[in-house]
């Protein structure tokens, strides 16, 4: 409701247009923006300005300010626990939700939808499954109109609380790796490998490390032998490079089966990296990282493992739900992942 009072009376209430205050020669501009709570330091000021009486909002006892409600949204949002989540000032009925820490971003998408279908409400966040650092904002509350009644915020704090939150950041594990390069060419000396580097910077970029790497030859026997040692070792993870491709030679993904790993799935619809191979050893996961994750910037191997190294078990059906955005668009400067790849 619309009413008019005097500023000294006006502590409290909510202004319900901006004030320009000018100052000859030096200033003209907005002071106090629609929205604003009237506070006791503001009325000098005010009167300063020339105001004798304000037109306000009056904030019944069923409706939320603006402010208010940007925080119980983004504090809805991030729901109890572990969130890894910070919550900047609310600002013109806007909250950002901030990253406490790098990990990647986990948003469970029918509760989004289910909040944005109701009226007056945003929550807005980055994509699902987006690796992010410290610092970086992942996602943003605002309320639409100055006030909401109260039902409009307690609705969306129910559907949070039923979801367990909605967005979060899951940390990254630091996992011990096994690296095996297959290839006879390599094994003999004949190549110098440059698969290993790019492998290692990838995962030394998510914190984990390659801790023990062996060099086989193109023979299934030698490459199951090779897995079967990295698990005696104590590796939390196995990465082996080449021979993934259908050619007779290319006896990777036949030395993976022979150690007994349950297969996911060997191949996947994302380009560059179909000929992508990922299973289990129990709970170590094993891949098989075809040729294009030496030298595209952005590959299937960019889309999976940061989600391995949260503890996230993939399915097939993971696999198959990279398809629409799974095709990199190969552009001349990589923004990965500030891009549409990977990203239905």
Do not use: W
């Not at 909250?95 to 998408?109: S, T």
């Not at 150690?259 to 990296?273: C, H, K, N, Q, R």
């Not at 000929?275 to 294009?292: D, I, K, R």
Request: with cysteine.
């Amino acid at each position: 409701m619309l009413r008019k009072v005097r500023v000294e009376d006006s502590v409290g209430t909510v202004l319900a247009h901006d004030l320009t205050k000018i100052v000859p020669g030096e200033f003209k501009g907005r002071r106090f923006k629609k929205g604003h709570i009237i506070q006791p330091e503001d009325i000098p000021e005010l009167l300063q300005m020339g105001k004798e009486h304000l037109y306000v909002l009056a904030l019944g006892p069923d409706e939320v300010h603006e402010d208010e409600a940007a925080i119980r949204l983004a504090r809805a949002a991030a729901g109890d626990g572990d969130h890894g989540l910070e919550f900047s000032e609310p600002q013109e009925g806007k909250v950002n939700l901030i990253a406490a820490r790098d990990g990647l971003l986990k948003v469970n998408l029918p509760a989004l939808q289910q909040v944005n279908e109701g009226a007056d409400i945003v929550l807005a966040t980055l994509h699902n499954n987006y690796p992010v650092t410290a610092g970086q904002v992942v996602a943003g509350t605002r309320l639409i109109p100055l006030l909401a009644p109260r039902a409009v915020i307690e609705r969306v704090e129910a559907i949070c609380r039923q979801a367990g939150g909605i967005v979060r950041i899951a940390p990254y594990r630091r996992l011990r790796v096994g690296l095996i390069t297959t290839g006879s060419e390599v094994y003999k000396g004949r190549v110098k490998d440059a698969f290993g580097p790019v492998v290692r910077a990838k995962i030394a970029s998510y914190g984990s490390e390659v801790v023990r790497e062996e060099v086989v030859p193109d023979d299934a026997e030698a490459i199951r032998q090779a897995i079967a040692a990295m698990l005696t070792a104590g590796m939390e993870m196995v990465v082996l490079t080449g021979g993934m491709s259908v050619d007779p030679d290319d006896v990777t993904p036949e030395g993976i089966r022979r150690s007994g790993a349950e297969v996911v799935t060997y191949g996947a619809p994302v380009l560059p990296g179909a000929m992508f191979m990922l299973a289990y050893l129990g709970e170590v996961p094993v891949m098989g990282l075809p040729g294009c994750v030496m030298y595209y910037r952005a590959t299937i191997f960019d889309l999976v493992l940061p989600r391995v190294l949260t503890g996230e078990r993939i399915q097939r059906k993971d696999i198959a739900g990279l398809a629409a955005g799974g095709l990199c668009q190969g552009c001349l400067e990589c923004r990965y992942p500030a891009c549409s790849f990977g990203k239905a």
